[in-house]
């Protein structure tokens, strides 16, 4: 406004001159001369540096690590750090240096970054956030002003907002604090990880505003020793993928604002997704509304949140169509691996589908037994088997295989060399990086090979429910696991 002002002022000014007869050509020099300069010094980010985002009191007060669920020891980690902060005239007394950096480490989706509000929160601390990306320039020197901007910017926030503490979060770390000498434009990257280290080391307890950094990141390995060093990020807190459990506190978190119907089993929908983050349980939540409400339905059903299971997992449905031999093929496949999967762990096949998600023309999901971390030979064998078992049996029921396998055997190639290199094959335990490249791929193909006649054989002799499956499948796209095993008591047994 007050830029419109003057300009509308000057042209005036001016104006009246030209008027009045005056020569106003060294005035329009000297302006165009200083137009240039402006727009030469925002070009090189010099004016106007990024303002950094800050969250409103009344936002950051409703957040807090109660809305976070299923990382219970990480929180508890992160409070005992933050309650330094909190007891700073103890630590004062007691001569203890402030903490200066969290190091928040793990997947993405995990809810690191609510965990640095949710940080501000607890320490009622002013929050100013920002991403490594937005402090990486072609030019030398852009970054580093911009750190100090971020870290002044924290200071007058936090003073504004009558605070003594102010928590600077920067997310994606590994992008402005990754090892130095390794960019190509070393230089300028070098010179803003300077300025964030000399930033951090001018952290003292008796500052008028006390700066807290939170960084995170999925990518520590990447990060420069000199910002893990001691005195630098003294707490790194492992922000992991939420268990069972965990997962069942995510979905109530998500959940609470929505009319769920009486069908609903959140825990059943926790324990079918294992590996799913916060952010992919957030994104399921949403998913099953959204179903719900293109069906004009009040309420959310089970069978809204098991779609949209698929939906997270294997992306939205494609419009193309195959042809009727394709699907026919894709529902021999996919009831081969539904069979196999029933076979090895009765009760294990959550739904097999012949709808195209993502890259897959039909899919057949699984509900894990557990959450597991530890897997037995046993249990990689048998997954061997459920992922040979879809070729196997368009090889028997159809005549030949086709191309749709070869995502199948990458996985069971990948057990059987996880076979291998746990010491649990016929050649014990060995270092898999010098065995001959021969007597490696001998191994693998004959663990494969093995699971491959065992399929066959469990194939041959179920070969009659194929029949039932495909039919269904062909007509109404997908059966529910219940389904499956009924369909098998009744032509088994
Ligand atoms: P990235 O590493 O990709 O930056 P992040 O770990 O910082 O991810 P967030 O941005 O904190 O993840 O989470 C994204 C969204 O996922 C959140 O807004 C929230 O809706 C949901 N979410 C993630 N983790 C949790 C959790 N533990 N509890 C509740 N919601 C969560």
């Known amino acids: ?227 893990l060093r001691p005195g630098r990020f003294d707490r790194r807190v492992k922000v992991d993928l939420p268990d069972k459990e965990g997962r069942l506190q995510i979905l109530k978190l998500h959940t609470r604002n929505k009319p769920l119907a009486g069908d609903v089993k959140l825990e059943a929908i926790a324990k079918d997704t294992f590996g799913f983050s916060g952010a992919h349980l957030e994104s399921l939540a949403n998913e099953a509304a959204i179903l719900a409400m293109r069906e004009d339905s009040q309420e959310i059903c089970q069978h809204h949140f098991n779609e949209s299971i698929d939906k997270v997992m294997m992306g939205g449905k494609l419009d193309k169509k195959p042809s009727e031999a394709d699907m026919k093929r894709v529902a021999v496949h996919e009831s081969g691996h539904a069979l196999l999967s029933e076979i090895v762990r009765r009760g294990s096949v959550s739904a097999v589908t012949v709808t195209p998600r993502g890259d897959a023309l039909g899919y057949m999901r699984q509900t894990p037994e557990d959450d597991t971390y530890l897997y037995t030979k046993d249990f990689l064998e048998n997954q061997i088997a459920i992922m040979l078992a879809g070729s196997v049996a368009e090889e028997i029921i159809l005549g030949n295989r086709s191309t749709g396998s070869s995502g199948d055997f990458e996985q069971a190639v990948r057990a059987a060399d996880t076979i291998l290199r746990s010491g649990m094959s016929d050649l014990g335990v060995v270092c898999p990086d010098s065995l001959p490249q021969e007597l490696k791929h001998k191994t693998i193909t004959g663990i494969v090979n093995g699971q491959e006649e065992r399929v066959k054989n469990y194939i041959i002799e179920s070969k009659h429910i194929f029949n039932s499956t495909v039919e269904i499948l062909l007509e109404e796209e997908k059966i529910s696991g219940d389904r499956f095993r009924e369909i098998m008591r009744e032509k088994l047994n």
Request: net charge neutral.
């Open 1 to 227: 406004m007050i830029k419109e002002i003057s300009i509308g002022i000057s042209m005036a000014a001016l104006l009246s001159m030209l008027i009045m007869g005056y020569d106003i050509t060294p005035f329009l020099f000297l302006a165009a001369a200083a137009g240039g300069l402006y727009y030469f010094a925002r070009m090189r980010g010099l004016i106007n540096v990024k303002n950094f985002e800050t969250v409103s009191v009344a936002e950051r007060r409703d957040f807090s690590f109660d809305d976070i669920g299923g990382q219970e020891s990480a929180i508890k980690e992160l409070k005992e750090a933050l309650d330094f902060i909190k007891n700073h005239c103890s630590i004062k007394h007691l001569g203890i240096r402030p903490l200066k950096g969290i190091l928040l480490t793990g997947p993405p989706g995990t809810g690191k970054t609510l965990m640095a509000k949710a940080a501000a929160s607890y320490t009622d601390a002013a929050f100013v956030a920002s991403s490594g990306s937005e402090f990486i320039e072609m030019y030398a020197g852009v970054g580093a002003q911009r750190v100090r901007k971020l870290f002044q910017s924290a200071r007058e926030t936090a003073s504004r907002q009558k605070k003594n503490n102010a928590l600077v979060f920067i997310d994606e770390i590994e992008i402005l604090g990754g090892k130095r000498g390794k960019t190509t434009s070393h230089l300028e990257y070098d010179q803003t990880l300077n300025q964030l280290l000399v930033e951090m080391d001018g952290l003292k307890v008796d500052d008028n505003v006390r700066v807290l950094l939170v960084a995170a990141t999925n990518r520590d390995d990447m990060l420069d020793p000199a910002l």
